[in-house]
């Protein structure tokens, strides 16, 4: 039979489903270590000794009994939260403390009071219809989703926005919803979005003065201010900026073989190809 190393000693620890997320952390810097150095101080190893014993079965046993009331109540409300919420996350943290035999703080069961009375059965019913609500209601979910596309640029609603992106089946809460669809930069974006367009598809246009070179990049190379270019598609992008003209166009240059997006408020109705400025007569 192998000999059992500090390496498989601290990887089981690891693994195990009821380390807190702090010793888990604490066991992995001792694994790093123990690979770094190939050895662990006697300080460390009597570490992983007092791991061992703190998440050994018989203990967890022990303590599963001692505090079963408080188990109990945690693992009601952690089935009542919204799974990858912060308040999810937060009471899992305390299944594992207490199956641990840690005692709670003061301030640890203040919060879990006040989770508690947000997710009661009034709470838990809100939150049903809300999901019935943006279940049956597309353009909730186009919304959110436009948002999110927007927010996937600024790194802001990190794990809403990844949620929303990565899986089709994800409902937000309706305080996630709120925050980031109902802001006044999100606001700005969706009228951008949903406002008529100012130029079609076929019509031609040219950029306007102080486009910024980075917009009029095209290929390997920028365009002239004076290019002339058709419009090809109308909301073509995501938006990335919550200023005023950001719907997104697709424009295909006179000439070129490739298109570019641009925002509107950078382009403007180009002039006939040909037509040329009418000088104004000298009165007589």
Request: glycine residues 6%; hydrophobic residues 35%.
């Given at each position: 039979m192998p000999?059992?190393?500090?390496?498989d000693?601290?990887?089981t620890?690891i693994?195990n489903p009821?380390i807190?997320a702090?010793?888990r952390?604490f066991?992995t810097s001792?694994l790093?270590y123990y690979e770094?150095?190939?050895?662990?101080?006697?300080g460390r190893?009597?570490?992983?000794?007092t791991?061992?014993e703190?998440y050994?079965?018989?203990?967890l046993?022990?303590?599963?009994?001692k505090?079963q009331?408080?188990?109990s109540?945690?693992?009601?409300?952690?089935?009542r939260?919204e799974?990858s919420s912060?308040?999810?996350?937060?009471?899992?943290?305390?299944v594992?403390?207490?199956s641990?035999d840690r005692r709670?703080?003061e301030?640890?069961l203040?919060?879990?009071?006040?989770i508690?009375a947000?997710h009661?059965?009034a709470?838990?019913?809100e939150?049903?219809?809300w999901?019935e609500t943006?279940?049956n209601?597309?353009?909730?979910r186009?919304?959110?989703l436009?948002?999110?596309?927007?927010?996937?640029?600024?790194?802001?609603?990190?794990?809403?926005?990844?949620?929303?992106?990565s899986d089709?089946a994800?409902v937000?809460t309706?305080?996630?919803?709120?925050k980031?669809?109902?802001?006044?930069?999100?606001q700005k974006?969706?009228l951008?979005?949903y406002?008529?367009?100012?130029y079609?598809?076929?019509?031609l246009?040219a950029?306007?003065?102080?486009t910024p070179?980075?917009?009029?990049?095209?290929g390997g190379g920028?365009?002239?201010m004076?290019?002339?270019?058709?419009?090809v598609?109308?909301?073509?992008?995501?938006?990335?900026s919550a200023a005023r003209?950001?719907?997104v166009?697709?424009?295909?240059?006179?000439?070129k073989?490739?298109?570019l997006?641009?925002?509107?408020?950078?382009?403007m109705?180009?002039r006939?190809?040909g037509a040329?400025k009418?000088?104004?007569?000298?009165?007589?």
């Amino acid at each position: 039979m192998p000999r059992l190393t500090y390496r498989d000693r601290l990887e089981t620890l690891i693994a195990n489903p009821a380390i807190s997320a702090r010793d888990r952390s604490f066991a992995t810097s001792l694994l790093s270590y123990y690979e770094r150095k190939g050895r662990l101080s006697a300080g460390r190893v009597k570490w992983v000794a007092t791991l061992e014993e703190r998440y050994s079965a018989e203990n967890l046993a022990m303590a599963a009994a001692k505090n079963q009331g408080m188990l109990s109540r945690l693992t009601c409300l952690h089935e009542r939260t919204e799974p990858s919420s912060w308040a999810n996350g937060f009471v899992e943290s305390l299944v594992n403390q207490v199956s641990a035999d840690r005692r709670l703080s003061e301030r640890q069961l203040q919060t879990l009071k006040k989770i508690e009375a947000e997710h009661d059965d009034a709470a838990v019913s809100e939150r049903q219809k809300w999901v019935e609500t943006y279940k049956n209601d597309p353009k909730l979910r186009q919304d959110a989703l436009i948002a999110a596309r927007y927010y996937k640029t600024t790194g802001y609603f990190g794990s809403t926005v990844h949620n929303l992106l990565s899986d089709d089946a994800f409902v937000p809460t309706y305080g996630q919803y709120n925050k980031m669809v109902k802001n006044k930069y999100a606001q700005k974006v969706l009228l951008a979005h949903y406002a008529e367009a100012k130029y079609q598809t076929g019509q031609l246009v040219a950029f306007r003065a102080g486009t910024p070179t980075a917009n009029r990049r095209c290929g390997g190379g920028y365009l002239h201010m004076n290019t002339t270019m058709m419009v090809v598609g109308v909301n073509a992008g995501d938006i990335t900026s919550a200023a005023r003209g950001s719907k997104v166009y697709k424009v295909l240059p006179v000439g070129k073989a490739e298109t570019l997006l641009v925002e509107e408020r950078w382009i403007m109705k180009a002039r006939k190809l040909g037509a040329k400025k009418k000088v104004a007569e000298n009165p007589s």
